[in-house]
């Protein structure tokens, strides 16, 4: 069955064709089509509540592309995923009913939680269970409580989805805490390069927002697995890819250190400055600091002192429960 998924969220557009084949409870996906383009729809939503219209139009002309490819590609089922901005955004519901207006697209809000566990799966579809190792900071093993858990973290541009379980099955706790790269950067790094007092500001937020939305008795897991732009960025830079490779970047284990590296070299840097590293993809620029900063801060609250990248995310989770049937467009759609 031909599927393809939409991901609409806070700094991009993504689109996912694939093909589902395989036995009923055994699912493979086959993908044909993946691409990602920076549309900044959530750019300034933080402080106004609303969508902007720069911000809109430059949305729109993404999806009018991906609806005509929609078309030639022929899916049996697709489906648009609205997630962290058009959750906030007053005007979110009025834009989506333009776009399934427009463009034939049918769509879902997801909530925060719901978000957390596909990317749980997503995350979890590609990698076997024994690629993630799990070690504290000071180099010393997991306990054994921690061993059979995963932590999955999805860093998104208006928020984090944290979920926790084993690898290849159900997460058995999800939160979803907004703390996103661009709405951090909005907020607080209001300079270029940012200033002292801002950084520490940023962080002293962060950790009071991670800690408050997790409690202390889930802080245990065996090892992490990082999905979405911010990990593969920070892999891509550590790897010094001038173009991005996909096979280099997925299963690799990127250590505490190494972000700590990499937010020491992006602090005094201009947002130019960071865009002419190695790795650092057009439009993450100004938002890879607090991206890192975040993945840094969630690390540290659970104890690891490394994180797996994967690849694949929300996208392959959304499209094998779309094809399964668990997961179908809002009332009115």
Same mark, same amino acid.
């Given at each position: 069955?031909?599927?393809?998924?939409?991901?609409?969220?806070?700094?991009?557009?993504?689109?996912?064709?694939?093909?589902?084949?395989?036995?009923?409870?055994?699912?493979?996906?086959?993908?044909?089509?993946?691409?990602?383009?920076?549309?900044?729809?959530?750019?300034?939503?933080?402080?106004?509540?609303?969508? @902007?219209?720069? /911000?809109?139009? $430059?949305?729109?002309?993404?999806? %009018?592309?991906? &609806?005509? =490819?929609?078309? !030639?590609? +022929?899916?049996?089922?697709?489906?648009?995923?609205?997630?962290?901005?058009?959750?906030?955004?007053?005007?979110?519901?009025?834009?989506?009913?333009?776009?399934?207006?427009?463009?034939?697209?049918?769509?879902?809000?997801?909530?925060?939680?719901?978000?957390?566990?596909?990317?749980?799966?997503?995350?979890?579809?590609?990698?076997?269970?024994?690629?993630?190792?799990?070690?504290?900071?000071?180099?010393?093993?997991?306990?054994?409580?921690?061993?059979?858990?995963?932590?999955?973290?999805?860093?998104?541009?208006?928020?984090?989805?944290?979920?926790?379980?084993?690898?290849?099955?159900?997460?058995?706790?999800?939160?979803?805490?907004?703390?996103?790269?661009?709405?951090?950067?909005?907020?607080?790094?209001?300079?270029?390069?940012?200033?002292?007092?801002?950084?520490? @500001?940023?962080? /002293?937020?962060? $950790?009071?927002?991670?800690?408050? %939305?997790?409690? &202390?008795? =889930?802080?245990? !897991?065996? +090892?992490?697995?990082?999905?979405?732009?911010?990990?593969?960025?920070?892999?891509?830079?550590?790897?010094?890819?001038?173009?991005?490779?996909?096979?280099?970047?997925?299963?690799?284990?990127?250590?505490?250190?190494?972000?700590?590296?990499?937010?020491?070299?992006?602090?005094?840097?201009?947002?130019?400055?960071?865009?002419?590293?190695?790795?650092?993809?057009?439009?993450?620029?100004?938002?890879?600091?607090?991206?890192?900063?975040?993945?840094?801060?969630?690390?540290?609250?659970?104890?690891?002192?490394?994180?797996?990248?994967?690849?694949?995310?929300?996208?392959?989770?959304?499209?094998?429960?779309?094809?399964?049937?668990?997961?179908?467009?809002?009332?009115?759609?």
């Amino acid at each position: 069955m031909k599927v393809a998924i939409v991901d609409l969220g806070t700094n991009t557009c993504r689109l996912f064709l694939a093909r589902v084949a395989g036995a009923a409870g055994a699912p493979r996906l086959e993908e044909d089509e993946r691409l990602t383009r920076v549309v900044r729809l959530g750019e300034g939503v933080d402080r106004r509540g609303r969508l @902007a219209p720069a /911000a809109v139009a $430059r949305t729109r002309a993404c999806l %009018a592309d991906y &609806a005509a =490819r929609l078309v !030639a590609y +022929g899916p049996a089922r697709r489906l648009l995923l609205a997630t962290s901005v058009l959750r906030d955004a007053a005007d979110g519901r009025a834009f989506l009913a333009a776009v399934r207006r427009d463009f034939g697209l049918p769509t879902r809000v997801l909530a925060g939680e719901e978000e957390a566990r596909l990317s749980f799966r997503g995350g979890t579809a590609l990698l076997p269970a024994d690629a993630v190792v799990g070690r504290r900071p000071d180099g010393g093993p997991v306990t054994a409580a921690a061993a059979g858990r995963l932590l999955l973290v999805d860093v998104g541009g208006g928020s984090t989805e944290l979920a926790v379980g084993p690898a290849g099955g159900e997460p058995s706790w999800v939160v979803s805490v907004d703390v996103g790269a661009v709405r951090l950067t909005e907020r607080f790094l209001r300079h270029d390069p940012p200033r002292a007092d801002e950084v520490a @500001a940023l962080e /002293a937020h962060l $950790r009071r927002e991670l800690a408050a %939305a997790v409690p &202390a008795t =889930r802080r245990a !897991a065996g +090892g992490a697995l990082g999905v979405a732009g911010t990990f593969t960025t920070l892999v891509a830079l550590r790897l010094g890819l001038r173009e991005y490779d996909r096979s280099r970047v997925h299963g690799h284990l990127l250590t505490l250190a190494d972000i700590d590296e990499a937010v020491a070299r992006f602090l005094p840097l201009t947002h130019a400055g960071r865009a002419a590293l190695p790795g650092v993809q057009p439009g993450r620029e100004d938002v890879i600091l607090a991206g890192a900063l975040i993945a840094r801060e969630v690390l540290r609250l659970f104890g690891l002192a490394a994180v797996r990248c994967s690849e694949s995310d929300l996208l392959e989770g959304a499209a094998l429960a779309l094809c399964e049937g668990g997961l179908a467009p809002d009332a009115g759609d």
